[in-house]
């Protein structure tokens, strides 16, 4: 049905759209119960008309995988719903929360007090309206988990002041609505789960003299024209998606035609196209978008049908006029197996699942084997003839969008790269306990608000194959089993001589009487084995005991990447509790008054003792 949704759509007919909105609609039990699509329960907050809008953000939302169940809050009535106990808002209890305000209703005293240039009251008018908006925020976020996007303001068109004022003076309304943008993100940074749309940028790419129809707008308070719709609702949806979606790990890129221009196997190192003359150029953007991609940490990799001592020597001798070298990719599979076996054997050297994958490459065939044989792998296909348009293709694409970058992404390569070391190291001693004990893993725990926030929540959103009940939880969740009574959100860094893997696991507990429940408990696959999935069991277990618990229960729910840990719980001593529960979740249970699981005594434990951890808990081996 999407596909046929997708074709359908290449019109860009607005019948074609509705058409396809009323069919998505009546297929909403098909495309969840098959897979294809997420369930979002979503509320509009808004001061504008937006019921034309939503058939264009119900299409462009199934095709980025969600199904919207949409409920509109009343014209204007946004602060009652966002400020008010027991509004449709809460009752709702959507997931998602659409606050889509219109300037006026922001801060409507700017344009007068823009109007004569030199500012007056600017600047504490932005204060108020920012202290407003972020009152209205946290309110909301203190009674309800919905995650939030809250738009920002388009920059008007047309002004009293003119291009010249608004581009010189300080105080233009077109100044002060950039800075009243740049304020709004930032308080949206302050509150769990919400994100800033940042729809100027939207307009101006699509021409802000053809954003807002101003007949419409006087006449009905439709903020969009309607040759816009759609770019509004691919554009909202997108930054909705960085909320429930992690982004991709890894693009793995061809050599020819695609990272230079010309077949290194014909034309040699002396005659592939490179440098900083066109057309060497355009290949020359695409390699510093490649490194401004690892900069964030996104790992790059090479994969290519070339002699490896071709490539090495093409790398030696061009090396001026590249913006990258060889090291600068963290995996390479260079020879003449299929494409589709290197990717997989990436996956396995990296520990990663193939839906981290993103496939770069100018050959047709090639980019068809890949969508055949690997489908979970995002696959672009280079325009080898017009290689000027492979950086703004990419960056069109979503694969690689996140709201938050943490330290951890950042250092994600040089990780990676002390894997190797880890790995020969492995090769050298003669046991695994041998192994272990000579790496010198060292274990922080800390609360999973602090390790960061956002990396918690990274970390629920992505790990898959160490993950016993792979629930997506947002910030806000994990910052109420951090707070609640008897309730843990427990994070933990690891460490070792190779280097700082970062902020790798992850436990969410709640407490329920004498039982002490797990409802997350994950680890990323890249420290599997290590025991350190023991050591924040062990931890787990011994807060819990402290805590008045008798019994540890633990659950793990079958999901398609989780059957490394199945048999994790029993492995620690706990045994099934007969009754399990629906939804294929399987329930154990630990006695703490009998047994304690125990860290590993390789590992050098640590924590922080302002984090609830007495003395008698914080073991060092």
């Not at 009251?121 to 925020?137: F, H, P």
């Not at 050591?535 to 999901?559: D, N, T």
Request: glycine share 8%; with cysteine.
């Amino acid at each position: 049905m999407l596909r046929h949704a997708q074709e359908l759509l290449q019109s860009r007919r607005p019948a074609d759209t509705m058409f396809c909105a009323s069919a998505l609609r009546n297929m909403r039990v098909a495309l969840v119960k098959q897979a294809v699509c997420r369930p979002l329960k979503t509320f509009v907050v808004r001061s504008v008309t937006v019921e034309p809008i939503l058939p264009f953000l119900t299409v462009e939302a199934a095709l980025a995988g969600y199904v919207l169940d949409i409920e509109i809050g009343g014209y204007g009535t946004y602060m009652d719903e966002m400020l008010t106990p027991q509004s449709s808002l809460d009752r709702s209890q959507a997931e998602l929360v659409l606050v889509l305000l219109d300037l006026e209703e922001i801060s409507g005293r700017l344009p007068d007090l823009c109007a004569s240039g030199l500012g007056t009251d600017v600047e504490a008018e932005i204060a108020d309206s920012i202290a407003r908006v972020g009152q209205m925020l946290r309110t909301y976020r203190d009674r309800n988990a919905g995650r939030l996007v809250v738009q920002g303001c388009v920059v008007p068109d047309n002004t009293s002041l003119g291009p010249v004022g608004d581009g010189n003076l300080k105080h233009s309304l077109v100044n002060a609505v950039k800075e009243l943008n740049r304020q709004m993100l930032a308080v949206c940074t302050t509150v769990s789960d919400c994100v800033f749309f940042d729809v100027d940028e939207i307009a101006a790419r699509y021409g802000r003299a053809n954003w807002r129809d101003a007949r419409l707008f006087l006449a009905s308070r439709l903020p969009i024209s309607a040759g816009a719709f759609e770019t509004y609702a691919r554009g909202l949806v997108r930054t909705m998606s960085v909320l429930f979606r992690a982004p991709r790990k890894v693009l793995c890129t061809d050599l020819d035609n695609t990272l230079w221009g010309g077949v290194l196997g014909e034309d040699g190192p002396h005659g592939i196209v490179t440098g900083s003359a066109f057309p060497g150029n355009c290949y020359l953007e695409y390699q510093r978008y490649l490194k401004q991609l690892g900069a964030r940490g996104i790992l790059l990799a090479l994969v290519s049908k070339n002699n490896e001592a071709d490539v090495e020597e093409a790398f030696q001798f061009r090396a001026a006029d590249l913006a990258v070298r060889l090291d600068t990719f963290v995996a390479k599979k260079i020879g003449w197996n299929e494409k589709s076996d290197a990717l997989r054997d990436l996956a396995k050297d990296l520990s990663l699942g193939l839906d981290s994958f993103v496939f770069v490459d100018d050959s047709p065939t090639e980019c068809e084997a890949i969508r055949q044989y690997l489908p979970e792998v995002a696959v672009v296909q280079a325009p080898a003839d017009k290689p000027w348009e492979l950086v703004p293709m990419l960056a069109d694409k979503w694969f690689f969008d996140s709201a938050a970058i943490t330290e951890d992404d950042v250092n994600r390569s040089k990780e990676y790269e002390a894997q190797v070391q880890r790995d020969t190291l492995r090769d050298t001693t003669t046991s695994r306990d041998e192994f272990l004990q000579s790496l010198g893993i060292i274990c922080t725990f800390v609360s999973a608000v602090d390790a960061p926030l956002a990396r918690s929540v990274q970390l629920l959103a992505k790990t898959n194959q160490f993950n016993l009940t792979t629930r997506r939880h947002s910030a806000t969740q994990v910052e109420h089993y951090a707070t609640a009574a008897g309730g843990q959100a427990v994070a933990v860094r690891v460490r070792d001589r190779f280097g700082d893997a970062g902020v790798v696991g992850l436990a969410l507990v709640a407490q329920d009487g004498d039982q002490c429940v797990i409802d997350s408990f994950l680890l990323s696959c890249r420290v599997i084995g290590r025991g350190i999935e023991t050591a924040l069991l062990s931890l787990v277990a011994q807060r819990a005991a402290k805590m008045g618990g008798k019994w540890l229960i633990g659950e793990y729910v079958e999901s398609k990447k989780n059957a490394p840990c199945a048999d994790f719980y029993p492995q620690h001593g706990f045994e099934r509790v007969a009754e399990s529960g629906g939804a294929g979740s399987i329930f154990y249970r630990l006695d703490l008054t009998e047994r304690m699981p125990i860290s590993p005594a390789w590992l050098t434990i640590e924590g922080d003792p302002t984090y609830e951890f007495a003395a008698d808990t914080i073991v060092t081996s």
